[in-house]
């Protein structure tokens, strides 16, 4: 079991930048599928990114493309997440999860958190208008 820890979050006005991370242990993440999720208050959780084993690709949610960039760094067992030009429908906790060996790249494309088998507790995100 990889435990994750994310760190970053803040408040940000409109337009600016946040760089979240996921700091893992317990075990090494370059075997693991990585994404990123967040949850708005009041809202579920939906998908925010995800990326390959070798970092070779990635798939974003239409919502954030063009705007994020997920990447990782295998060596310091970390992924992260690059938010630039920031809305305030951006607010929300932003969490960290491995994906669950097994699955197919093609698989993480649905952006389900069923497909995740660890997460962090979260990083707040608050971007004001």
């Known amino acids: 079991q990889v435990q994750l820890v994310e760190s970053g979050g803040g408040m940000v006005q409109a337009g600016g930048s946040l760089r979240l991370s996921c700091a893992a242990s317990?075990?090494?993440?370059?075997?693991?599928?990585m994404g990123w999720f967040r949850q708005a208050p009041g809202k579920e959780r939906e998908f925010v990114a995800v990326i390959r084993w070798g970092g070779d690709s990635t798939f974003y949610a239409d919502s954030v493309k063009g705007r994020f960039t997920i990447s990782r760094d295998n060596a310091k067992n970390t992924v992260y997440l690059q938010m630039n030009s920031l809305k305030p429908e951006d607010t929300g906790v932003y969490y960290c999860a491995s994906g669950i060996p097994g699955r197919t790249w093609l698989q993480y494309y649905r952006g389900q958190g069923a497909d995740f088998g660890s997460w962090g507790q979260g990083t707040p995100v608050t971007v004001s208008s």
């Open positions: 317990g075990r090494t993440i370059k075997t693991y599928v």
